[in-house]
């Protein structure tokens, strides 16, 4: 399976806004909350012109799959996120683009996630990320 990493744009906002409240996403997010529409284009325009984010687009044959994230924090870390488009779960997307992404976007970088515990699919993308599980606050793990 072949993927293709692009850079998001503000045509991909009905997308991802669509796939921020999918309920699972929003039950596996920290923020579980339905977000408005006004509130997500506001987001998603903040975060492209964000340079200490990297917001990317996963593409298998033409079609989105998911989205990966990376925000540069103060220490030099990199806090990556990513969402799995509902229609792609299940297929090995999510761990393909993490990981695509990590290669050619942060190769050589100190990387981190917050999962929150249970999210059993996230955990497992983050430890082929190499990275390994912290302690747990307000239910989140941090994976380093």
Known sequence: MTLHLRPATMDDAKILFDWRNDPL???????????????????LQTSLANPARTLYVAESDGTAVGTVRADLLEGGEYELSWTVAPEARGKGFGKQMVLQFAREMLSGKRLLAEVKRGNIASEKIAQALGLSPGPAKDNIVTWR
């Open 25 to 43: 996403t929003r039950q596996h997010s920290h923020n579980s909350g339905e977000v408005p529409w006004e509130s997500h284009l506001a987001w």
